[in-house]
């Protein structure tokens, strides 16, 4: 099978033309910053932050109902009781492993 | 043929994965035992533990590990890791997630327990899922990492047999206003407990400091955690609201944590006088039992939450990512003390991905130092500062895993990181 040299030139253009395809996908998967799962998700959370209908906690009418009907204020008496807790010191488990040497 | 010890012994030789089926299953690539503990022990039983036949002794978990138990206190090189005991870990599961080889393995779940409950006709079963649980579980089925599901997921709730659910988002939001508010008292000298207030969001910086740092309890804010809340309130007003008998309500709470399993069984949550949250569930196990129920994730219907406790803001949705609790109280504390709207609602600085991250806002003339720690390495300079009394701040979140909730130690894992799967 004989080539001329007019095909010859035809297939270094389109040779070419890909060649200058593929380059530039390359040059455009290099230059897309990588972002991690960390980053993806807190993008995500922010985005979705800023399509929600309130953004402020005290906005929320779920809120103001359950004040009104049920604690009547922030930091009430059935609120302390619901709302609020106390917490346990467990230093004496942590030395105790230090003397056994664990830790 | 008779079960003998013998017999037994002679399957478990033949059938390795036949005893190892029975006690463990795998959700998302990690082994999760079927071990529910009662109430009583549940300080004394581990909640992580490295499976020693696959620890490749990488050290990921050694690096990552905020206490140092994973290590122990002869560190040689070539020895395995392993939880050397409950008391000084935390529960974070840091480890879980950053293992390459998917070595270690939850030891408690109530999959079994949840099941149980929505086949029991009596009770009333009620799903509370947290804010970073809607951000991660897509990806279990095919979506972008960050990408919002919540209505799918509520749809895969209410086809997994849960009866009601009620948004962890709105407990989000309550805790906002009380913490809010306990911090406004404390500057004003209303409740008389010291400054910097840290947040009590975090199960595992409250067992952090329960166990390593007792003299900073004061420090604490003496609210619930949001799902310590939202149990309460679910077994009280809820109830109410439902005509339902509390004692006939079984509250399940969704989460991205490990931690929030030692949180759930602690003896301080049972204010509506039962225990307020009944299980715990991360958002691997949720994904496993939509996976086992064969529930078409992608295709379903987007719903919403129940009402009454149902209806969230923006700020309870950002309670998922480190910073998230401190610019939702920013907010709130803004309007609170001066009385005017706040326009603009983003707070840049407490954004971000350093391991801490400062502030100061001014408030009628009033100037606010706040700080956001991100893992619970990076929190040692402010632990110090405030031990010594001498922390410029008034409000201190920590959140134990880097980046906050969605990087917790339940969600799914991270493919880039893993060898397995």
Sequence with gaps: ?103 | MFITRKNLLKTSILFPFLISCNKYSKTEGIYVSNNVPNNNEYDQIYYLQVNQSKCHVCHSCAEVCPTGIINGKDKTPNTKHTIHHYDACVNCGQCLVNCPYGAIQEEVSFIRDIEKAINDKNKTVVAMPAPAVRYAIGEAFGYEPGFNTAGKMFSALRELGFDIIWDNEFAADLTVIEEGTELIHRITGKINKPLPQFTSCCPAWIKYIESFHPELIPHLSTCKSPIGMLGALAKTYGAKKINKNPQNIYTVSIMPCIAKKFEGLKPELSSSRYRDIDATINTRELAYMIKKAKIDYKNLNDTEADPFLGISTGAATIFGVSGGVMEAALRFAYEAVSGKILHTVEFESVRGEKGIREASVKINGHVLNVCVVSGLKNAQPIIEMATKGNSKYHFIEVMTCPGGCINGGGQPLDPDNSFIL
Excluded at chain 1, 48 to 64: C, E, G, H, L
Aim: charged share 30%; proline share 3%; net charge positive.
């Design chain 1, 1 to 103: 099978m004989k080539s001329s040299r007019k095909d010859f030139l035809f297939y270094i253009i389109i040779f070419f033309g890909y060649f200058a395809l593929i380059l530039s996908k390359i040059k455009h998967l290099l230059a897309m910053p990588y972002k991690s799962l960390k980053q993806k998700r807190s993008e995500g959370v922010y985005y979705f932050d800023k399509k929600m209908k309130f953004r402020k906690s005290q906005d929320n009418p779920a809120i103001k109902t359950l004040y009104k009907e049920f604690l009547e204020y922030p930091l009430s008496h059935r609120s302390h009781e619901l709302l609020h807790t106390h917490y346990v010191n467990r230093s004496s488990r942590v030395l105790s492993l230090k003397k056994k040497n664990i830790i």
